[in-house]
């Protein structure tokens, strides 16, 4: 195939998948046209893990959450005995899942809070500059889908502003979103623990405690959606059936050009495949609905000529 | 005096509280200078009843309140016998004042809860285009101060992002806001109920629970600023003791150029004058913080030229 596409979107094969995507845009766009959206309207929200960059074999939060309690280990010489943390020392994922989301939460719990905002930043920030994928040995930050990338530069280009409503922390993803992916943390939606105010010598500080603040998941989403952005999306973009209710609040029952767009993982070769059998990402209601609803499902295999920008 | 000045800030007087502002701006904007801050960290948090409009003699969002209670009362016959609903319908507000914040919550409860997002934003929306300040004889919407709305203005065409950080109703504010001031919704903090998604007939809602979500006051308000923004402003605009940890959050023990500024209500003739002796926006710590953290403090009657466009 020549190489000589200089359109947008160029890590999309040509076909009827990325046709839906820019015919979308251009009747948005179409000024005078009967689908024109004003471009403060034109608000588009994407998932993070599994629709924006890798989530297997596991979330990256949570690769994030296991070596932070390798780092801390040495300070609580207890957890060897203790459960869940011995099951983490020992690398025992399997007895760690045993534990359910109640032995997640207590590592959540340690990784995550107990330090203020301004310090949890700094060591995400440099966990993400050494930290490597076991698979392809490299920043999580590169594990990033290109033909993605391209995607959520088209809509800016073209007027959308860009959000990201991810299940995952919040805090977790601001200190990064905006060199990756071109979205400032303003625009970053996610799930949060309980901060305190507190003056410490004279400098204010936001202290992060050990407490459930917002699950920015399923129907989560349209409820993050509606506090941080105020507004419906007219697109949005998902991989799983954590994203349902977010495709169903930015296209159904509204007026208006609208669009929804689910990436299937098809490509175990280039990335991972999976979706009804898989716990991460699992894709079982939404992946019926796309049909029902008209949604648009990316094959990767069949609709991305990259997934990464190393490929 | 000649009304000659083309400059910014129009309606503001000269003198030493609109040249800290203009020497702020012309500092964080001089490129290669000492205290240049890129754009897209020049946030700027505004709060909003006292800082950018009217909050005398009650908050408008109150008024509301008791507009509202009024209309719904005919479907609540036992309204008549039962407070602090009674203490409304018989326009008696020291009766209301004395059930305190329990009394208000009952009030917004049934005022701002059981209907869904859109039903509520219709409600808002109607009742602003037709609801009359008592003493101005206009609507609320234009009792925004004029030098507030060439500040807002002046700032963003100086690259930064403007915010409404309010200890206000994030839904009663959105609907105008953007029309009125300039700030999409996305862009306003506030206090929040709980919201209940669902699916009705094919479309999605969100329905309000009469159930606190979020204070968007005092020290909720860095916290509000933390959640919805996800960085530290470089300036912020006040005009009470609910603002005074905003004004701290954004300018105290940061490096760089900082700007904190507080309305100082001094003019009974053209608005209201108050502060320490008032309930509604009380300046008592935030005034003496403001010399101590060398905040601007605007004297109303002597800083601003006019103080409504219609002045």
Do not use: C
Request: hydrophobic share 40%; charged share 25%; aromatic share 12%.
């Amino acid at each position: 195939m020549a190489q000589t596409q200089t359109g947008p979107l160029p890590s999309w094969n040509e076909g009827p998948t990325k046709a839906s995507i820019v015919d979308f845009v251009a009747r948005v766009t179409e000024s005078g046209g009967p689908y024109f959206v004003p471009p403060d309207q034109r608000i588009a929200t994407f998932d993070n893990d599994g629709t924006l960059w890798v989530e297997q074999p596991m979330y990256v939060q949570l690769a994030f959450v296991l070596d932070r309690v390798k780092v801390l280990a040495p300070m609580h010489p207890e957890w060897k005995d203790k459960q869940p943390f011995a099951a983490v020392l020992n690398g025992d994922l399997k007895a760690l899942a045993a534990f359910g989301e109640k032995g997640v939460a207590e590592l959540v719990a340690v990784t995550h809070a107990g330090m203020t905002t301004a310090e949890f930043e700094k060591i995400v920030t440099e966990w993400l500059a050494t930290a490597r994928d076991g698979r392809f040995k490299r920043p999580y930050t590169e594990l990033v889908y290109q033909p993605m990338l391209e995607l959520l530069a088209y809509l800016r280009a073209n007027g959308f502003k860009t959000f990201i409503v991810s299940g995952g922390g919040i805090e977790f993803m601001r200190p990064w979103t905006e060199t990756i992916y071109g979205v400032p943390p303003e625009q970053v939606v996610g799930s949060s623990i309980k901060t305190r105010y507190e003056m410490r010598d004279s400098t204010p500080v936001l202290f992060r405690l050990p407490e459930v603040d917002f699950i920015d998941d399923k129907a989560g989403k349209p409820i993050g959606i509606n506090s941080h952005i105020g507004r419906r999306p007219i697109a949005a973009f998902g991989n799983s059936d954590g994203d349902l209710e977010m495709l169903q609040w930015a296209t159904l029952g509204a007026s208006g050009a609208r669009f929804g767009l689910i990436v299937h993982h098809t490509d175990a070769e280039r990335e991972y495949a999976y979706d009804r059998q898989s716990h991460f990402g699992k894709l079982d209601v939404a992946l019926d609905a796309a049909a029902l609803n008209r949604w648009t499902v990316v094959d990767m295999r069949k609709d991305w000529k990259r997934i990464f920008s190393f490929d």
